[in-house]
């Protein structure tokens, strides 16, 4: 393995472990804000314990989102630094706008909100939140539009003296299309996310029917959440789909493995035979449904493998063109099949716990608790897959991943960047999932008396 | 002025905001184990910082996103050619981000001790190799024709760039140590006080140097006379410890920490980055920059939103002013479950 091979191996662990915690604090930012809201307008004691306890659980999360988002941005200088110089001008707009907006947004108003509970009348504190909120919707939106830039470029000319990418248009790069489908895609998987994670973690105690007036509301909650970002994901997944195939085929063609140009063109749910689909011994295959998704069209021709590769190799120069399959088949279907997974276990679980009832079924509730990994990996398919089946490419029909690594950096360095930053987030997963699952099973809090107004210097509401 | 001249002066701002904010917070770390003598003492010294460091941290993922967008050719020369020092920073950061929301998550000794561990060395770390990262961006490093990094780690531990890192680590430590005294009540202030008075001195001196072989290294009117303004106000700073002067004490550290970064600046320009190997091969303001159509769309941004950020960030100052004392601390550590 050479340098570039280890940062690619890097970026793929370091962004995917990121967004383990990014979409819940996406989705559970909003979800908490929403209980507080309920708490502030109905006064209800159950409305503050939820969002106390769910509010923990978001921070726990929060927390590891924050400083593994520092190597994110460092990260693209270290390891990318031809792609850093080839993009700078189009694509540091965004990160630093995302910086500028939404970090300082997010920072200082959750700073303010956690230790703001008896330093902030109700309204202002309830504001705090929301804000919060707002700037991981700003975050997601911005980072999103630098992404969806790598794989729709557009807003710029080539500069052929530096040889670099300029930007003419921010309005054209913040409004690209493959953004406006990609931004809700996103945040309602995001949503899907965090309602699994009140789903399962109720769940959790429901089963031993442990603080019903909490949990009950928190599984019924989660579970809608589930339902309806996932119908949500569904559409936006759709039409993405569509506007992938119009500027990337070749994604779309890695996704099925379709090698000859089809149509109608079938959907397989899996596959035996070799992993890269040239040779099938059995599948299960929807009729036309590749042709529905690519084109809008139950009849409608889908370009295979084999006559994009050809036309690539005629515009672009002699080259390999294609993704690598095997991974483009195989993260397309995870992806939809964990988040239908978990919309079908929302569904069950509403239905089995219909008008206060408590199913005794074990497996029932091992399912639901289950719940909160699936949308976690579908997830990161998801990213797999749009990232994977971009390649040979960083920057779309414009820029290769082979030139976009950085001269400067030794295989040495790059080794020991991907091992250290590896064990490092390996441990924190070990102790950020034991603190999970500690303040998850400690279940919601009962409330302290209220306060003595008359004492100035009580005691913190909240301290580190 | 230039939009590149007005692009290097924001990210001159940036970072000496990154150094003003975040350089107490790393203080506040460094000092837990001289100023902390037990939990709950520990426990107030991190709250002192609590609601405000992750939001000072930011201050630095802007300057880095800004170098990205206004300096695309520095922000790739720098950020691959200090390739392991930057690790080292980043792994530094990350444990001690996590430090302070998690240590307090379990009520037991050997978990506390450990993240403390965290919060020490991850506020030293940083608070020493950025000084030595400024060092060696002012002195020049080896780059080549292509602007790459030709140099190696060891280059990058020369005497003058460890000079620098030892200035900020004691600006930051003093820096810190004034914060703590401004911020507490009772015993803490008065320990955190003597602390600061007594770290004035050393500060003075190693960060006197600095700036003074800076002068003489690169001669240049303004840098001189930002250098000495800002050796003038660590000088107060010294008396107004002395005096306890709380708040005089904190504006002085803050004003030399400022002004010391932008003595560095100031001396660095029209460079940004300049090449011990041939000035042909230096990165500058206007060979590093990207196109004016992107710094004038960045500079509008910049122009709208940053005053609401200071307002909002200014506020969270003033929600949280009141002085913090051990009675402030609640005994019990916060249990599972227990508020938000």
């Given at each position: 393995m050479d340098a570039l091979d280890l940062a690619r191996w890097q970026f793929g662990i370091i962004t995917v472990y990121h967004f383990f915690f990014v979409p819940i604090t996406i989705g559970m930012s909003a979800l908490v804000a929403g209980l507080q809201t309920a708490w502030v307008r109905t006064g209800k004691e159950h409305y503050l314990r939820a969002t106390k306890f769910w509010g923990k659980l978001f921070l726990i999360n929060f927390a590891m989102g924050v400083v593994t988002g520092i190597v994110q941005e460092f990260q693209f200088g270290m390891n990318w630094s031809d792609y850093s110089r080839f993009v700078g001008d189009i694509f540091g707009a965004p990160l630093a706008i995302e910086g500028l907006l939404a970090f300082f947004l997010e920072s200082t108003f959750l700073g303010l909100w956690i230790f703001g509970w008896d330093r902030l009348p109700k309204g202002l504190h309830?504001?705090?939140?929301?804000?919060?909120?707002?700037?991981?919707?700003?975050?997601?939106?911005?980072?999103?539009?630098?992404?969806?830039?790598?794989?729709?470029?557009?807003?710029?000319?080539?500069?052929?003296?530096?040889?670099r990418a300029e930007l003419n248009s921010i309005g054209a790069v913040l409004t690209n299309s493959t953004t406006l489908v990609t931004f809700p895609h996103t945040i309602t998987a995001c949503f899907l996310t965090?309602?699994?994670?009140?789903?399962?973690?109720?769940?959790?105690?429901?089963?031993?029917?442990?603080?019903?007036?909490?949990?009950?509301?928190?599984?019924?909650?989660?579970?809608?959440?589930?339902?309806?970002?996932?119908?949500?994901?569904?559409?936006?997944?759709?039409?993405?789909?569509?506007?992938?195939?119009?500027?990337?085929?070749?994604?779309?063609?890695?996704?099925e493995a379709l090698y000859e140009t089809t149509g109608p063109a079938g959907f397989s749910l899996f596959t035996i035979g070799s992993l890269d689909g040239r040779e099938e011994v059995a599948s299960v295959r929807i009729p036309s449904l590749l042709s529905f998704m690519a084109t809008g069209s139950p009849t409608g021709e889908v370009e295979g493998i084999n006559d994009l590769q050809q036309a690539y190799a005629e515009k672009y120069g002699p080259g390999n063109y294609t993704p690598y399959v095997p991974v483009t088949y195989w993260s397309f279907r995870l992806m939809i099949g964990f988040g239908l997974l978990a919309m079908l276990v929302a569904a069950v679980a509403l239905w089995a716990t219909r008008g206060g009832r408590t199913p005794a079924s074990r497996w029932l509730w091992y399912a639901a608790i289950s719940?909160?990994?699936?949308?976690?990996?579908?997830?990161?398919?998801?990213?797999?897959?749009?990232?994977?089946?971009?390649?040979?490419?960083?920057?779309?029909?414009?820029?290769?991943?082979?030139?976009?690594?950085?001269?400067?950096?030794?295989?040495?360095?790059?080794?020991?960047?991907?091992?250290?930053?590896?064990?490092?987030?390996?441990?924190?997963?070990?102790?950020?999932?034991?603190?999970?699952?500690?303040?998850?099973?400690a279940g919601a809090p009962e409330l302290p008396p209220p306060p003595d107004e008359e004492e100035a210097d009580r005691p913190l509401a909240f301290a580190y | 002025m230039e939009l590149t001249t007005v692009w290097f002066a924001l990210i001159a701002v940036l970072w000496a905001g990154y150094f003003l904010l975040e350089g107490f917070d790393f203080g506040v770390g460094i000092l837990l184990p001289f100023l902390g003598r037990d939990d709950r003492e520990r426990r107030l010294l991190i709250n002192t910082i609590g609601p405000v460091?992750?939001?000072?941290?930011?201050?630095?993922?802007?300057?880095?996103?800004?170098?990205?967008?206004?300096?695309?050719?520095?922000?790739?020369?720098?950020?691959?050619?200090?390739?392991?020092?930057?690790?080292?920073?980043?792994?530094?950061?990350?444990?001690?981000?996590?430090?302070?929301?998690?240590?307090?998550?379990?009520?037991?000794?050997?978990?506390?001790?450990?993240?403390?561990?965290?919060?020490?060395?991850?506020?030293?770390?940083?608070?020493?190799?950025?000084?030595?990262?400024?060092?060696?961006?002012?002195?020049?490093?080896?780059?080549?024709?292509?602007?790459?990094?030709?140099?190696?780690?060891?280059?990058?531990?020369?005497?003058y760039a460890l000079l620098g890192g030892l200035t900020t680590l004691t600006l930051f430590t003093l820096h810190g140590a004034v914060f703590l005294a401004l911020k507490t009540g009772g015993e803490m202030r008065e320990r955190a006080g003597r602390l600061a008075a007594a770290l004035?001195?050393?500060?003075?001196?190693?960060?006197?140097?600095?700036?003074?072989?800076?002068?003489?290294?690169?001669?240049?009117?303004?840098?001189?006379?930002?250098?000495?303004?800002?050796?003038?106000?660590?000088?107060?700073?010294?008396?107004?410890?002395?005096?306890?002067?709380?708040?005089?004490?904190?504006?002085?550290?803050?004003?030399?920490v400022v002004l010391a970064t932008f003595s560095l600046f100031v001396t660095l320009f029209p460079d940004v980055m300049p090449s011990t190997i041939a000035s042909a091969n230096s990165l500058t303001t206007t060979n590093a920059a990207s196109t004016p159509y992107t710094l004038t769309v960045m500079t509008w941004v910049a122009v709208v939103f940053t005053p609401i950020v200071l307002v909002y960030q200014g506020w969270t100052y003033w929600v949280f002013r009141k002085r913090l004392t051990v009675e402030h601390i609640p005994v019990a550590p916060v249990r599972a479950g227990e508020t938000g």
């Open positions: 309830l504001a705090t939140i929301w804000l919060a909120s707002i700037g991981t919707l700003l975050s997601a939106y911005f980072i999103l539009a630098a992404n969806s830039w790598m794989q729709h470029p557009v807003g710029y000319e080539l500069n052929a003296e530096t040889g965090a309602g699994a994670v009140l789903l399962a973690v109720s769940a959790w105690h429901l089963r031993k029917r442990h603080q019903e007036e909490v949990f009950r509301p928190g599984l019924k909650l989660g579970a809608w959440v589930v339902l309806v970002a996932g119908v949500g994901v569904l559409i936006t997944g759709d039409l993405q789909a569509r506007i992938m195939t119009e500027q990337q085929p070749m994604k779309m063609a890695a996704a719940t909160i990994a699936m949308p976690l990996l579908a997830n990161s398919f998801g990213w797999i897959f749009t990232e994977m089946g971009r390649q040979p490419w960083t920057v779309f029909g414009v820029f290769t991943t082979a030139r976009s690594g950085s001269p400067s950096v030794s295989t040495a360095e790059a080794a020991t960047s991907l091992i250290v930053l590896t064990v490092l987030y390996g441990v924190l997963a070990v102790v950020e999932v034991g603190l999970f699952v500690k303040y998850a099973g | 460091w992750d939001g000072n941290e930011v201050w630095l993922l802007v300057a880095g996103g800004a170098t990205f967008a206004a300096f695309p050719e520095w922000y790739a020369t720098l950020f691959s050619g200090f390739y392991l020092p930057l690790l080292i920073i980043l792994v530094a950061l990350i444990v001690r981000g996590v430090a302070f929301e998690y240590r307090g998550k379990r009520d037991d000794a050997v978990w506390k001790r450990r993240w403390d561990y965290c919060i020490i060395g991850g506020s030293l770390v940083p608070a020493l190799l950025w000084g030595v990262a400024f060092g060696n961006i002012v002195r020049g490093v080896r780059l080549d024709a292509d602007h790459e990094y030709v140099g190696g780690f060891l280059d990058l531990l020369n005497p004035a001195v050393p500060a003075l001196v190693v960060a006197g140097g600095f700036l003074l072989w800076t002068a003489v290294a690169h001669p240049d009117s303004a840098g001189w006379i930002l250098s000495g303004i800002a050796a003038l106000a660590l000088a107060g700073a010294a008396v107004a410890t002395r005096l306890r002067r709380e708040g005089w004490a904190f504006l002085a550290t803050g004003a030399t």
